[in-house]
């Protein structure tokens, strides 16, 4: 089964420091999600990117946050000077709804964000 | 106002019992509905998407009301590896963000 790839699993890092956190969406899919999950929390959308664009993204992804797909088949998001705040699971996400309006997501493993 | 609410729970059922989640959700223009499943600390997985005629997927049932803007989940014969967080997912289409419930927590006791 086709699956998502995020890497690292687990990412530790000073507040203030830049992160990128990677993913691998499934090859045939054109629409890419990042989502984060604030520990006993709910699911939260970040941002969606379709045709090389965001096409929708939430108020959390401020200006602190960018994704880029630079190769065609990583899709990146970039947090800039973290705060500890943003310690959390982040998923990413990719889908191919087609005609389907009920075609679900495929999530990856997430990577747990630790910010100290 | 929540987009998506749902029971937070926890349900605690012994195996072989059926359990029944509800969800209402708030925008009239949603269109795409889904039940994930979520284990602690993985990621969300799809657990079935939900049709307005209702659809069943062996133990699993889903059932959408549209008039009231609620999606239901019924669970027959619980098994002790049903025991996760089940979260209600709405779209107002395909492509577009989800919005997750809270999630509610099951544990299915032998």
């Known amino acids: 089964e086709p699956e998502v790839t995020q890497t690292p699993s687990h990412q530790v890092t000073q507040m203030g420091q830049e992160v990128i956190l990677r993913c691998v969406p499934i090859s045939n899919h054109l629409y890419f999600y990042w989502y984060r999950q604030i520990l006993g929390q709910k699911v939260e959308f970040l941002v969606s990117f379709y045709n090389n664009e965001i096409s929708e993204k939430s108020e959390i992804f401020d200006d602190q946050f960018s994704v880029e797909r630079p190769d065609g088949s990583n899709f990146t998001l970039k947090i800039r000077s973290t705060k500890l705040e943003d310690s959390a699971m982040y998923f990413c996400?990719?889908?191919?709804?087609?005609?389907?309006?009920?075609?679900?997501?495929?999530f990856g493993s997430g990577t747990r964000l630790t910010v100290v | 106002r929540k987009e998506v609410e749902q029971d937070p729970g926890p349900f605690n059922v012994p195996e072989g019992a059926t359990v029944a989640f509800n969800c209402t959700y708030s925008?009239?223009?949603?269109?795409?509905f889904f039940w994930y499943r979520q284990d602690c600390r993985k990621e969300p997985k799809l657990l079935m998407s939900v049709y307005s005629s209702g659809n069943e997927d062996g133990r699993f049932t889903a059932q959408l009301n549209r008039a009231s803007q609620y999606i239901s989940l019924l669970i027959r014969d619980s098994k002790l590896s049903d025991s996760a967080t089940y979260l209600c997912?709405?779209?107002?289409?395909?492509?577009?963000?989800?919005?997750f419930g809270t999630g509610t927590s099951l544990t299915v006791i032998p």
């Open positions: 925008n009239s223009a949603s269109q795409s």
């Open positions: 997912v709405v779209a107002l289409a395909a492509g577009n963000q989800f919005y």
């Open positions: 996400a990719s889908s191919s709804p087609g005609q389907d309006t009920n075609y679900g997501y495929t």
